[in-house]
């Protein structure tokens, strides 16, 4: 059994509606899904619009790597620590994707004592929300073909048709397959494929649709495909929306459950950060700002996807405003960051340290060209030496930032009280969020913000075709969407084997797609895929059912 496993079942874990009052939350709010999960009702979610917002903590980290930074589990602690010390806080969080579970991440739940429970069901179909995603999604691309198949899709060309469909597993077997195989009684036959849940534009509309009217008009924006001679087929050209929207009637409502802590956490949607844009729901984040004196949440993977993206997307298209963002770094990762390969981390390394500390200093840098508040948050590996972590330490008291040793993994939230008093007093001063590019940027030239002041690229180029595609986007009305990178996430560049902090590459955009329903443009940079694939021993290989019928093997 895993540690992190061993340590959630060791707990016990309080009623629902203990949590729930702790937030505020009334019993007669909570649809309850057995004794520890509830989802809140839509008039008690409609209800809270009218409360004051508390302060918005965003947690991020520096580009990861094999060694882990822990970012979730920094979230929680955080969040536990905040609670600890009287500020009233709820957490809100992101539900884990079964591909990363079953492929090489694992879960997305925290770890050690600083956890998201119960976790198996969250980790595994939790309150079904995927599924309803998956499902939606999966009946407009039904749709597409059953129009196709009785010539009611209008003039829609069967050759450029853009909607695929998605699986919530890692398959890669599934990136491009063939449909209507036959003798003409299953459809057209034409090439298309799969993606991962988590980055289907369904996804992305749940977590962005700050009410179910919104939900409804995004749904019926998504752009399914085209004509002949060019013009988009919507989901509302084929009467779509509604029963998409019908299906994601009861995952629209945020799910509540527990810290090891005892505190209250709102986790809800799933986008991936680096071929989405990586946070939970707005529904979810506007809903615990109401309840809590703060907010905690995250953006997936490094600050240079996760939280450029929850700045430029989600703050811009909510009118949300972080208070305060903290940064978490290894001193492991940063040592591999600076040379120091997987297998040599348990070594004492000041120099590596040093060499890799540029790829932390970079991400503090972005986010404070945003206007932010930024606090470093060091998560403890109980492998770091003395002197590795007091380097760290002066290190980023060098570039001005204030820093802290944490050992929430170990101590709960009782390990990030230094880091709780520290957010909080720097959620007190004055700030101005600054949008990295205005709305009427020409859409090229936001990618080119993006790789230059961000990624700190030399220049962007763009695979023929692509800026002509951009161009007939903007003239569809898309002109004043935010892009939404797509990269990989363990480089600043495309190319994840250049850590630390490279600069004046080349980057290059392979492709672009409008997610209208959403509402930003993807450019797809490098080999990025949007279906991912299993490793060579993938860790389903090692979860199953132990003797007493419980599940083993999560981590």
């Not at 760290?392 to 820093?403: N, R, T």
């Not at 993994?409 to 390990?415: I, S, V, Y």
């Not at 075709?465 to 600043?492: H, I, Q, W």
Request: hydrophobic share 45%.
């Amino acid at each position: 059994m895993s540690i992190d496993l061993e340590i959630a079942r060791a707990a016990t874990l309080l009623p629902i509606t203990e949590i729930a009052e702790r937030a505020g939350i009334p019993v007669d709010a909570l649809e309850p899904y057995g004794k520890h999960i509830a989802k809140l009702s839509a008039p008690f979610v409609e209800a809270l619009a009218a409360r004051a917002a508390g302060k918005l903590i965003l947690v991020t980290a520096i580009s990861p790597t094999p060694a882990g930074e822990g970012k979730t589990t920094t979230t929680i602690g955080l969040g536990d620590a905040l609670n600890r010390i009287g500020r009233r806080t709820v957490i809100a969080l992101r539900e884990p994707s079964l591909g990363p579970v079953f492929g090489r991440k694992g879960g997305a739940t925290g770890g050690g004592h600083a956890q998201v429970v119960p976790m198996e069901r969250i980790n595994l179909h939790f309150t079904g929300d995927f599924h309803a995603i998956g499902a939606a999604h999966n009946l407009l691309a039904a749709l597409v073909d059953n129009a196709l198949y009785w010539g009611t899709a209008g003039s829609l060309d069967p050759r450029k048709v853009t909607w695929r469909r998605v699986v919530d597993m890692n398959d890669r077997a599934l990136r491009r397959i063939t449909v209507g195989l036959g003798d003409g009684k299953n459809g057209f036959a034409r090439e298309t494929g799969f993606d991962i849940t988590v980055a289907s534009e369904v996804m992305a509309i749940f977590c962005l649709a700050a009410s179910p009217a919104e939900l409804v008009e995004r749904l019926g924006r998504i752009v399914v495909g085209r004509t002949g001679s060019g013009t988009q087929v919507t989901a509302s050209d084929l009467d779509a929306a509604g029963a998409m929207a019908a299906l994601l009637v009861d995952a629209i409502q945020p799910n509540l459950v527990q810290t090891l802590g005892g505190s209250p956490a709102l986790v809800h949607g799933g986008p991936f950060a680096n071929i989405a844009h990586g946070c939970n729901s707005v529904i979810a984040t506007r809903s615990a700002l109401a309840l809590g004196e703060f907010c905690v949440t995250e953006a997936g993977f490094g600050a240079d996807l996760g939280a450029e993206k929850f700045l430029d997307i989600k703050c811009r298209s909510a009118g949300l405003k972080p208070d305060c963002a903290v940064v978490v770094a290894t001193v492991r990762a940063l040592k591999m960051h600076g040379g120091t390969p997987k297998d040599g981390l348990a070594g004492e390394d000041v120099a590596a340290l040093e060499r890799g500390f540029g790829n932390l200093a970079r991400h503090v840098e972005n986010l404070r060209d945003f206007g932010l508040p930024v606090v470093v948050a060091v998560n403890a590996f109980t492998g770091d030496t003395e002197a590795e972590q007091s380097r760290l330490l002066d290190l980023c008291s060098g570039i001005g930032v204030d820093a802290h040793l944490c050992t929430h993994w170990a101590d709960g939230g009782e390990g990030a009280e230094g880091l709780a008093h520290a957010v909080a007093a720097a959620a007190e001063t004055p700030s101005e969020l600054k949008l990295l590019y205005p709305d009427d940027l020409p859409l090229a030239d936001k990618i080119r913000t993006v790789a230059r002041n961000i990624y700190r690229a030399g220049e962007v180029v763009f695979a023929p075709g692509v800026e002509r595609d951009l161009a007939r986007f903007s003239g569809e009305g898309a002109g004043n969407f935010p892009v939404c990178m797509a990269k990989t996430p363990y480089s600043f560049s495309a190319d994840e084997r250049r850590v630390g902090a490279p600069s004046g590459f080349a980057l290059p955009v392979q492709e672009v797609r409008l997610s209208a329903g959403a509402g930003f443009v993807v450019a797809l940079c490098g080999t990025v895929n949007t279906m991912p694939g299993l490793p060579r021993v993938p860790a389903a290989a090692h979860i199953g059912l132990g003797p007493d019928g419980r599940i083993e093997g999560l981590s």
